[in-house]
């Protein structure tokens, strides 16, 4: 199949994402390294203070209504009547034609495994419960394994400064958008907010992120609509048992030609010679990150992507 550009990507030579740092190495010599800019965003709903987030602040509309969206406090039906960002005061806010008071809601607010402290509510689970996914969604192990390589061959910010995570929105063996972050959870919201923002159609759609698939990864995944959650990295338990509930189909571990399905695995089609299917080489990540870190010599090891 032939690769088609991206839809929305992050521009790693963008300055305002990373810094470049001077330092020193394990043996003391100079070094000068990119890292990653992280930047609070306030998030108001008509007028009423939601929730303050770290973030990148690449894409902070899609941000915006993402995290929303993701939280309930958004109905796919509202009308959005306007999303002002002010880049020097750090806020942005969201107007809608429906009156909104979430006054209760965000007494019973709790910390996730997400890094950078993400949060959820506590009535969620309430809306989750019940839901099933689209049946008619399929993955070939042949798209999976080409969709794999071309996410892993992808000019990242993770690539240029490290410290952060990635997430892609999906389709067959292309990824249309990637979206970056220091906390999974805001990558994932950007994407979900772009989906409203694009009216884009979830059934046929697979979700790839870098961090664990945890029961905030499902809930979110479920929530936008896509039935196929793929990952480099593990499971929680309740992830797991949340997916199977739902019927949400749950990848992870996926490396080269190896991966471990754990729900929904009646959606996957084995269509792929592994004979023909490359191990991941480790060489694409310590090149990039011993550049990073400005060490062509190798003395430095690759940073784990997505933990």
């Not at 070094?31 to 203070?49: C, D, F, I, K, M």
């Not at 071309?150 to 999906?170: K, Q, S, V, W």
Request: charge should be negative.
């Amino acid at each position: 199949m032939r690769e088609t550009p991206l839809l929305v990507q992050p521009d790693p030579a963008d300055p305002r994402l990373t810094r470049r740092v001077r330092g020193i190495d394990q043996a003391g010599a100079p070094v000068e390294a990119s890292v990653t800019v992280e930047r609070p965003l306030t998030l108001y709903l008509n007028g009423q203070e939601i929730v303050t987030m770290m973030t990148i602040l690449d894409r902070p509309e899609d941000l915006a209504l993402g995290y929303l969206l993701n939280q309930g406090m958004l109905r796919r039906d509202d009308a959005v009547t306007g999303i002002d960002h002010d880049d020097d005061l750090q806020v942005v806010v969201v107007r809608t034609e429906r009156r909104t008071d979430y006054e209760e809601k965000l007494k019973k607010k709790t910390l996730t495994s997400g890094c950078a402290q993400g949060t959820a509510f506590g009535d969620l689970l309430e809306d989750f419960s019940g839901r099933r996914m689209p049946a008619g969604a399929v993955i070939r192990t042949s798209d999976l394994y080409r969709l794999l390589h071309r996410i892993n061959t992808l000019p990242t910010l993770y690539l240029e400064a490290g410290a952060i995570h990635g997430c892609a929105l999906c389709q067959a063996d292309q990824p249309l958008v990637y979206m970056e972050d220091v906390g999974r959870h805001n990558a994932v919201d950007k994407i979900a907010g772009w989906m409203f923002r694009n009216a884009c159609d979830p059934a046929d759609k697979v979700f790839y992120t870098t961090g664990r698939l945890t029961s905030e990864m499902v809930i979110k995944t479920v929530r936008m609509g896509i039935p196929i959650l793929v990952s480099r990295s593990g499971f929680t338990a309740w992830g797991v048992e949340l997916a199977q509930e739902v019927g949400l189909t749950l990848i992870g571990r996926c490396k080269g030609k190896r991966f471990t399905a754990l729900a929904g695995t009646e959606r996957i089609l084995f269509d792929a010679d592994l004979a023909y299917v490359e191990e991941e080489s480790a060489r694409h990540w310590r090149k990039n990150s011993r550049e990073a870190l400005g060490d062509p010599s190798g003395s430095q090891g690759a940073e784990g992507h997505g933990a």
